[in-house]
């Protein structure tokens, strides 16, 4: 399967401070990458669609100028926890799909292998 | 609404027995496309297996089949001989249209334990 990457793996953070996660798709093109918040035991939760140069779209609740993303070109899109706060505290997991999703695609969507955010 | 319902919140099964891990669904989409990903403990997702809403023979990757039942609105995971390693969560998830976006939404996962 396809390849994506996302770095760090895990990172901890004083309260205040923003923090930034990187998510790559090696060895495809991902015109459309996701990013999804787990919480402990429980189901993943999308946060934004991130389409390569334009803005990302946030699902209702999430705070885009909480959560920057940005998805400068096709193999990467970045995720930024500003003035990170302990209620972030999270698992944080990025996808990018492959294909163009359109009609009878076979687009499929490989994941990341997470960020564990520790907020102090 | 798009909706994805994983009933089994936990599930045993002997070492090199079948196991089946439910999944219904519902949308209006006419086209979609269903998903199930591994989730071991490390926390990564892995791709295991993808059915296409107008593919007509059910998807197999290994040990892995996916018993498509649209009419039912059915997505079970049926893992063949299974391995210690199988032991994790399992969601099933499906790609849909949304306001002209495409999402992918998650059910709330199956922990499957495979017991020597």
């Known amino acids: 399967g396809a390849v994506v990457s996302q770095h760090p793996s895990w990172v901890i953070c004083k309260s205040g401070t923003s923090v930034k996660i990187e998510c790559r798709s090696l060895?495809?093109?991902?015109?459309?990458m996701f990013w999804y918040r787990q919480f402990p035991k429980q189901s993943l939760m999308l946060m934004a669609t991130?389409?390569?140069?334009?803005?990302?779209?946030?699902e209702q609740g999430v705070e885009k100028d909480k959560f920057l993303i940005n998805h400068a070109s096709l193999t990467l899109s970045t995720l930024t926890v500003t003035s990170a706060h302990p209620e972030d505290s999270s698992f944080y997991i990025c996808?990018?799909?492959?294909?163009?999703?359109?009609?009878?695609?076979?687009?499929?969507?490989?994941f990341g292998s997470g960020t564990q955010l520790s907020v102090l | 609404a798009q909706k994805i319902t994983q009933t089994q919140p936990g599930m045993f099964v002997q070492e090199k027995e079948a196991v089946t891990l439910d999944c219904t669904y519902d949308?209006?989409?006419?086209?979609?496309?269903l998903f199930w990903y591994k989730q071991p403990s490390s926390g990564e997702m892995i791709f295991l297996i993808y059915?296409?809403?107008?593919?007509?023979q059910n998807a197999t990757e290994g040990r892995y089949s996916l018993n498509f039942q649209k009419a039912r609105k059915s997505a079970n995971l049926v893992i063949s001989a299974s391995q210690l390693g199988d032991s994790a969560m399992y969601f099933c998830?499906?790609?849909?249209?949304?306001?002209?976006?495409?999402?992918?939404?998650f059910g709330t996962g199956t922990r499957l334990k495979v017991l020597a």
């Open positions: 949308t209006s989409d006419q086209s979609y496309g």
């Open positions: 059915q296409g809403s107008y593919d007509e």
């Open positions: 996808s990018a799909a492959t294909g163009t999703g359109g009609f009878r695609t076979n687009e499929k969507l490989f």
């Open positions: 998830a499906m790609r849909s249209i949304s306001s002209g976006t495409y999402k992918y939404i």
């Open positions: 060895d495809f093109q991902a015109t459309t």
């Open positions: 991130s389409n390569e140069g334009s803005k990302a779209t946030y």
